[in-house]
């Protein structure tokens, strides 16, 4: 098996697939600022430390709205992955609403790199994770 798990905690399980060489953050349940925060620093520290550039973020699990997070992840966490080496994030939206609606403020709030596409599933968005 390609996949070591690297953290697993409450709100999110980050795995290093050592076949496709990226990070997949795998969220789950109700997520708050607190919670993201937590959970995105952990992926920047593992991204580091295993020095890949691209993230499979799958939110298909996140049950909540977590809008409070979304300006610090886009104009604090993703330039601070950026800087580790990060240049393609591939983003599997959640089923609940206000999950995605989360997902997408914090997009407005990213600019430049790095190059982020969200999906509506897994596999699609493993699909294009492998081309990049």
């Known amino acids: 098996m390609s996949l070591q ?3 697993e905690e409450s709100h999110i399980t980050i795995s290093y697939d ?3 060489e990226w990070l997949l953050a795998d969220w789950h349940g109700d997520q708050d600022l607190a919670s993201v ?3 995105a620093l952990d992926m ?3 991204l580091r430390q295993q020095r890949c550039r691209k993230v499979l973020n ?3 699990r996140v049950t909540s709205m977590w809008s ?3 300006e610090w992840g886009g104009k604090v966490w993703f330039p601070a992955m950026t800087e ?3 240049q393609y994030f591939a983003w599997v939206y959640s089923p609940n609403l206000y999950s995605r609606l989360s997902t997408d403020l914090t997009l407005q709030f990213t600019e430049g ?3 982020v596409a969200t999906f509506d599933d897994l596999e699609t968005a493993k699909a294009w994770l492998r081309q990049m």
Request: glycine fraction near 8%; proline fraction near 4%; avoid cysteine.
């Open 44 to 46: 920047l520290r593992l």
């Open 68 to 70: 409070e997070a979304a």
């Open 5 to 7: 798990t690297l953290l």
């Open 84 to 86: 580790a080496g990060l």
């Open 37 to 39: 925060q937590r959970g």
């Open 18 to 20: 050592h076949l496709h």
């Open 113 to 115: 790199n790095p190059v």
């Open 58 to 60: 799958d939110n298909t």
